[in-house]
């Protein structure tokens, strides 16, 4: 019989299960992801980013997802033209740029802000924060690397 702790575990996993069975994926993409997992931690939210461990085994799982984390970029964003930035955005691992749909409008080889800013963080050692990463996102946004698919407002995250 399970204690109370391993079934708490137990119905974890299986509610990961049914995520990654469940997940929607559109019809015209053919990405593979890794299974949903939590990590069980008795920490508190605060505390948990000084843990290596727990660190570690999110890093890992992020090296396994859609964006993969680089751990050590030696690119600076500082040191870059436009230029060289679209091009790097292009990149095998750079932002998803594809097709997406936003209330029965359909905007082809687009990209959305949050992606743009996760891939800044990651790939920029000079770009520490997600807040850092929106700011040099509107900054190129007024430089005209990108715009907004209706010119609406400046980039979001998220």
């Known amino acids: 019989m399970l204690n109370e702790e391993e079934a708490r575990m137990l119905g974890i996993d299986k509610l990961a ?62 040191e870059m033209s436009p230029a060289s930035i679209a091009k790097a955005m292009r990149e095998e691992d750079g932002v998803p740029i594809k097709f997406h749909q936003w209330h029965k409008a359909q905007y082809p080889d687009s990209f959305i802000g949050s992606d743009l800013v996760s891939w800044l963080v990651r790939e920029f050692s000079d770009v520490s924060t997600r807040t850092h990463a929106t700011e040099l996102g509107n900054k190129l946004l007024e430089q005209g690397l990108f715009e907004h698919c209706r010119g609406k407002h400046s980039l979001l995250d998220g």
């Open 17 to 78: 299960e049914m995520f990654t069975k469940l997940r929607w994926q559109p019809p015209d993409e053919k990405a593979t992801y890794p299974p949903v997992r939590f990590l069980a931690t008795t920490l508190d939210p605060a505390v948990c980013v000084l843990d290596e461990g727990l660190m570690d085994q999110l890093d890992e799982i992020h090296s396994q997802g859609p964006l993969k984390k680089k751990m050590k970029s030696e690119r600076e964003i500082a």
